[in-house]
């Protein structure tokens, strides 16, 4: 008996060291992830500080209001040049926009249709239930007119870049002078954030090139933080639920935990303290 109790508390002990190791050795990763860019750091491009994004934690949703500040700016400025192939004008309905305002922001486009009853192609203002207009008709329009670069597709951009929705913050506010007696060609752009510093995207963003409709500043770090709120939410418009869903399982799974320890407690109970005595039967 005193063996086993020894070594269950010999088990416990090493239960709660590992897992208080395991926090403490995770708690470190995310510290060096964390910190902002220092000069000793190594690797190139570097790596992009981490940003408070209000998204990142578990226990917070996506910042709805940044979100529609980050629309605007994709509607005015990133949609000239990036599609977003895989996003309709009804995902924004309750999630974004009242249904009444995506429904007019939808018919401000001409979309083409067809074709109708003589076989033709015609355009009619968008609805509801159309995708997100293409800036170009085809790949090679896009490269032509971008001088030979493709703007990728920014539907999915943020889960398919290192560093997600910090990489876009550092990616738009990144842009500098090219450091002396670094030759540039035309049609490239020296970014801190990019491989070898150069992008072929022109500077997006200047101050004040938006209006937002709330009346917010339309500084630089302002559209690069909506535009990366709004991007990230593109990219997983369920996370909200997903988390909410999550926390539900885990509290119904800690609280039926509890339950059904009580439970099987209650059961054995009455094995444990059994006391079996094995007599010699007495004849008499
Ligand atoms: C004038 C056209 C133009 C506009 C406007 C524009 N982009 Fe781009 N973008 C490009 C091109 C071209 C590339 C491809 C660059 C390359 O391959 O070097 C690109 C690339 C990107 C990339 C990928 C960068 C990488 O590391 O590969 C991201 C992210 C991006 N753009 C986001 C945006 C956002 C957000 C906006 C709006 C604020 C925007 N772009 C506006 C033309 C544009």
């Not at 109790?5 to 190791?21: D, K, S």
């Not at 800690?254 to 099987?264: A, D, E, H, K, M």
Request: with cysteine; aromatic share 14%; charged share 20%.
């Amino acid at each position: 008996m005193e063996f086993r109790r020894r070594l269950a508390q010999g088990v416990g002990v090493v239960a709660v060291a590992g897992a208080a190791g395991g926090v403490l050795s995770y708690g470190a990763v995310r510290d060096r992830e964390r910190h902002t860019a220092r000069c000793s750091d190594r690797g190139y491009p570097p790596r992009p500080p981490f940003y408070p994004f209000w998204f990142k934690w578990m226990l917070h949703g996506h910042d709805i209001p940044s979100v529609r500040r980050g629309f605007e700016v994709y509607q005015k400025v990133c949609a000239n040049c990036h599609s977003m192939v895989e996003l309709s004008f009804r995902h924004l309905i309750n999630e974004v926009y009242p249904e009444k305002r995506v429904k007019q922001i939808a018919a401000q486009y001409d979309v083409f249709d067809g074709p109708n009853q003589e076989g033709e192609i015609f355009v009619r203002p968008g609805i509801w239930t159309d995708s997100f207009p293409r800036p170009y008709p085809n790949d090679d329009a896009a490269r032509y007119a971008n001088g030979g670069a493709l703007p990728p597709d920014l539907s999915g951009i943020v889960a398919g870049m290192h560093g997600n929705a910090d990489y876009i913050f550092s990616l738009l506010t990144g842009y500098r002078d090219p450091p002396e007696g670094m030759p540039m060609n035309p049609g490239q752009y020296y970014n801190t954030y990019t491989e070898g510093g150069i992008i072929a995207m022109p500077p997006p963003l200047s101050d004040g090139i938006i209006e937002y409709e709330d009346g917010t500043p339309a500084t630089v770090s302002q559209m690069a933080k909506d535009v990366a709120q709004f991007l990230t939410w593109a990219t997983e418009p369920a996370t909200d639920e997903r988390k909410l869903i999550g926390i539900k399982a885990a509290s119904a799974a800690f609280i039926g935990g509890l339950f059904s320890y009580t439970y099987c407690r209650m059961i054995y109970i009455q094995y444990r303290t059994r006391r079996i005595d094995f007599v010699k039967p007495v004849f008499t």
